[in-house]
């Protein structure tokens, strides 16, 4: 069965620095997302991206957080100057028009 | 002291027993309803979704109830078995549109 495949699955970074999660979503799929999940809370959206631009995005989603499809298989998360608040698992999704969302095993981010 | 937001409901069944966990989504022009599965340190893994055309769908061992007129969905297992431990989320989303919202989550322990 085809798969979200996310990299790296952990990430530790310093407060300030940039950080970028890779994905690499399902071949014939058209929507992309990014999610998170701070340790025991709910998934909670950050940003939708489709046709190569973002078409929705959250409030937590601020200045500090870009998405970028820069070939036809990658997307990408990048957070420029991070926070300890943005520790978090990152999920990456996709889905065609009317199909579930397939997410990917995550990135657990950790901002010391 | 004690960690906002790791005190998720707490479902706990018998193995062999069936397994109820409810959810009651937010938005009466939601229009498509999805219930995933967490594992610890996993993504979310779908496992069954409805229409609001219909009220009531079955997968394998699973059954998923949809009440609009209460904004309640339900999610039945039957035969919940060891493997059915994990987090359950159900995901709402409007009109095709691009945010699926999530709920707060049930955690199900089966019990031996």
């Known amino acids: 069965e085809p798969e979200v495949t996310q990299t790296p699955s952990h990430q530790v970074t310093q407060m300030g620095q940039e950080v970028i999660l890779r994905c690499v979503p399902i071949s014939n799929h058209l929507y992309f997302y990014w999610y998170r999940q701070i340790l025991g809370q709910k998934v909670e959206f950050l940003v939708s991206f489709y046709n190569n631009e973002i078409s929705e995005k959250s409030e937590i989603f601020d200045d500090q957080f870009s998405v970028e499809r820069p070939d036809g298989s990658n997307f990408t998360l990048k957070i420029r100057s991070t926070k300890l608040e943005d520790s978090a698992m990152y999920f990456c999704?996709?889905?065609?028009?009317?199909?579930?969302?397939?997410f990917g095993s995550g990135t657990q981010l950790s901002v010391l | 002291g004690e960690s906002v937001g790791l005190h998720l409901p707490t479902l706990s069944v018998q193995e062999g027993d069936n397994s109820i966990i409810n959810c009651a989504y937010s938005?009466?022009?939601?229009?498509?309803f999805i219930w995933y599965k967490q594992e610890s340190g996993k993504g979310p893994q779908f496992i069954i979704d409805?229409?609001?055309?219909?009220d009531k769908r079955q997968g394998q061992r699973v059954t998923v109830l949809l009440n609009k007129t209460v904004k309640h969905l339900s999610l039945q297992i039957a035969a919940t078995q060891p493997g059915d431990s994990a987090v359950y989320f159900c995901?709402?989303?409007?009109?095709?549109?691009?945010?699926?919202?999530f709920g707060p989550g049930t955690r199900l322990s089966v019990l031996p």
């Open positions: 938005n009466s022009a939601s229009d498509y």
């Open positions: 409805i229409r609001s055309n219909m």
């Open positions: 999704a996709s889905r065609t028009l009317s199909e579930k969302l397939f």
């Open positions: 995901a709402e989303n409007i009109n095709y549109g691009q945010n699926f919202v």
